[in-house]
């Protein structure tokens, strides 16, 4: 995995006309792959309806690799719209065989109606999780709408004194235009572009000390535009790394894409570690 400097506009605009000619077969079987995650997850929803039990942090199987843990703060999944929790078995997985003893999941209420409450009761849970684990910070990684909201309480209400990087996963950062018909539920409408939740995401935020990571693929059919799910702020640290041969729902769940994850989660300083070029995740 390689990360970016922040220009994302520059960034994604530039690579996809390139890749218009394989663009058919190549959304032909991330399309073939979303349709078998999303069987597969509907199977798995009933698992993550019910809020995780808070408990002491579990050890890693017997056989799962003994990684050094000192100094990694926990780190709490944030679900996507109309999700839950078990989104993330994979990912969980995988975090807790390289290292990651505390992980946590976090649902929010699929009635939940308005991404500033939600921020809200993300900041409750992040400070509960500070106090119980005696971490000063945590990190988060966010998919889809889960990022958003992540993203909300870091630049909105403080949290970057909490969250030291956030990851976000096909996340609408300037607002999708997809599926219009939506915008019957408030918190479609505030995912629009120029809404007034992205509207305050465009303001100004200095010293924002947490460091974000966007993951983002042009086969994502929930992102339009695609460009959507890069950050593009002048005062936030920020890279920006796409995922060549998945849809939305692979981003949480691709093997590929949980080890880029892993490693965008082990850097301090990714600014200042990541080399300039960047030629992202290929998973196809």
Same mark, same amino acid.
């Given at each position: 995995?390689?990360?970016?400097?922040?220009?994302? !506009?520059?960034?994604?605009? /530039?690579? $996809?006309? /390139?890749?218009?000619?394989?663009?058919? @077969?190549?959304?032909?079987?991330?399309?073939?792959?979303?349709?078998?995650?999303?069987?597969?997850? $509907?199977?798995?929803?009933?698992?993550?309806? #019910?809020?995780?039990? %808070?408990?002491?942090?579990?050890?890693?199987?017997?056989?799962?690799? =003994?990684?050094?843990?000192?100094?990694?703060?926990?780190?709490?999944?944030?679900?996507? !719209?109309?999700?839950?929790?078990?989104? !993330? &078995?994979?990912?969980?997985?995988?975090?807790?065989?390289?290292?990651?003893?505390?992980?946590?999941?976090?649902?929010?209420?699929? $009635?939940?109606?308005?991404?500033?409450?939600?921020?809200?009761?993300?900041?409750?849970?992040?400070?509960?999780?500070?106090?119980?684990?005696?971490?000063?910070?945590?990190?988060? #990684?966010?998919?889809?709408?889960?990022?958003? @909201?992540?993203?909300?309480? #870091?630049?909105?209400?403080?949290?970057?004194?909490?969250?030291?990087?956030?990851?976000?996963?096909?996340?609408?950062?300037?607002?999708?235009? &997809? &599926?219009?018909?939506?915008?019957?539920?408030?918190? &479609? =409408?505030?995912?629009?572009?120029?809404?007034?939740?992205?509207?305050?995401?465009?303001?100004?935020?200095?010293?924002?000390?947490?460091?974000?990571?966007? !993951?983002?693929?042009?086969?994502?059919?929930?992102?339009?535009?695609?460009?959507?799910?890069? #950050?593009?702020?002048?005062?936030?640290? /920020?890279?920006? +790394?796409? +995922?060549?041969?998945?849809?939305?729902?692979?981003?949480?769940?691709?093997?590929? +894409?949980?080890? /880029?994850? %892993?490693?965008?989660?082990?850097?301090?300083?990714?600014?200042?570690?990541?080399?300039?070029?960047?030629?992202?995740?290929?998973?196809?």
């Amino acid at each position: 995995m390689t990360l970016t400097r922040v220009q994302p !506009f520059r960034l994604c605009g /530039a690579l $996809l006309p /390139a890749r218009l000619a394989g663009l058919p @077969i190549a959304l032909l079987k991330a399309t073939a792959l979303e349709l078998a995650i999303l069987a597969g997850h $509907l199977l798995l929803y009933p698992s993550g309806i #019910v809020q995780e039990r %808070r408990a002491a942090p579990q050890p890693p199987p017997p056989d799962a690799p =003994r990684l050094p843990t000192r100094h990694k703060p926990p780190v709490l999944l944030l679900h996507g !719209f109309i999700d839950n929790r078990s989104v !993330f &078995v994979l990912l969980r997985r995988s975090l807790a065989q390289h290292g990651r003893q505390h992980l946590e999941s976090l649902n929010y209420s699929p $009635l939940t109606c308005d991404i500033r409450k939600a921020a809200e009761l993300l900041g409750r849970h992040v400070e509960e999780i500070c106090e119980r684990t005696g971490h000063e910070r945590v990190d988060i #990684v966010g998919h889809s709408l889960g990022g958003l @909201i992540a993203r909300y309480y #870091v630049q909105r209400l403080g949290g970057d004194a909490r969250v030291r990087t956030l990851v976000t996963l096909g996340t609408p950062h300037a607002g999708t235009r &997809v &599926v219009p018909l939506a915008d019957a539920h408030p918190i &479609v =409408r505030q995912m629009r572009p120029g809404s007034d939740v992205i509207e305050e995401l465009r303001e100004p935020a200095p010293g924002c000390r947490t460091q974000f990571v966007s !993951f983002w693929s042009e086969l994502d059919q929930l992102m339009d535009p695609v460009e959507t799910a890069c #950050v593009d702020h002048p005062d936030l640290v /920020a890279q920006n +790394v796409r +995922v060549s041969g998945v849809g939305h729902l692979a981003l949480p769940v691709h093997p590929a +894409v949980a080890s /880029a994850i %892993r490693q965008a989660l082990d850097l301090t300083k990714p600014a200042a570690d990541t080399p300039a070029s960047a030629d992202g995740v290929t998973v196809a």
